[in-house]
């Protein structure tokens, strides 16, 4: 177990429509990324926050978007959802977010878009 | 284009068959090498950070080695459990690691 949690583990749902993802961190760690990792694809970093703040983007749709809360839980919003999303969507936190530091994932949303 | 390539993409052993699993890697700045085990339908699950060439780490059946292009993750002796994808990532400091695809290892009993 590697302390972080996400919710819900598995989310079936129609195209078109909009979904949140939710990621606890590890306890004390202040970053959290969100990856994408499909069959085609791999792991893909989609963003990173830092304490509340964005601090990198890679490969985000901008149908995606991501917030850090207070409480540094963070959530994943995917809208007009289309077939291709389905997908497995990681959380990872690390301490502090500066990159070369261990980043531990969670056990994953399972997306399957109709 | 930072990338990390993972051989071979499967690889099946008899128990106790030794056995290395290469990944390269053509990232500008590497700043850390990580290896990753996981299982169908989990999250990865962290075993190694490598960080200077020449650096070594075990833990239990598997030992990661680093050199200035590639990175290796030797099983000795390998059991059933062991069966999983092992995914290797670098990191250049911009904090998102970049995967490689994986190598499936499966053992048999």
Do not use: M
């Not at chain 1, 949303?109 to 109709?114: A, S």
């Amino acid at each position: 177990d590697s302390g972080v949690t996400q919710t819900p583990k598995h989310l079936i749902t129609a195209t078109g429509q909009r979904v949140t993802l939710r990621c606890s961190p590890r306890s004390g760690d202040l970053s959290v990324y969100w990856y994408q990792q499909s069959l085609d694809q791999g792991l893909q970093f989609l963003i990173q926050y830092y304490n509340g703040e964005e601090r990198a983007k890679g490969n985000i749709l901008e149908r995606f978007s991501a917030q850090q809360f207070p409480d540094l839980h963070s959530e994943l919003n995917l809208s007009s959802l289309e077939l291709g999303d389905s997908a497995l969507y990681f959380c990872a936190s690390s301490l502090a977010g500066t990159g070369v530091e261990t980043q531990y994932f969670g056990p994953g949303t399972r997306l399957l878009v109709l | 284009e930072d990338q990390v390539t993972q051989s071979p993409e499967a690889l099946r052993l008899q128990e106790g068959e030794s056995s290395s699993l290469n990944c390269s890697y053509t990232v500008s700045g590497l700043r850390g090498l990580f290896w990753y085990r996981q299982d169908p339908g989990k999250g990865p699950e962290f075993l190694f950070t490598l960080y200077s060439a020449g650096e070594e780490k075990e833990k239990e059946r598997l030992k990661a080695t680093l050199t200035k292009k590639e990175s290796f993750l030797h099983i000795t002796a390998p059991k059933p459990e062991d069966s999983a994808t092992y995914l290797c990532a670098g990191n250049t400091g911009r904090r998102a690691l970049t995967f490689g695809s994986g190598t499936r290892l499966q053992v048999q009993p």
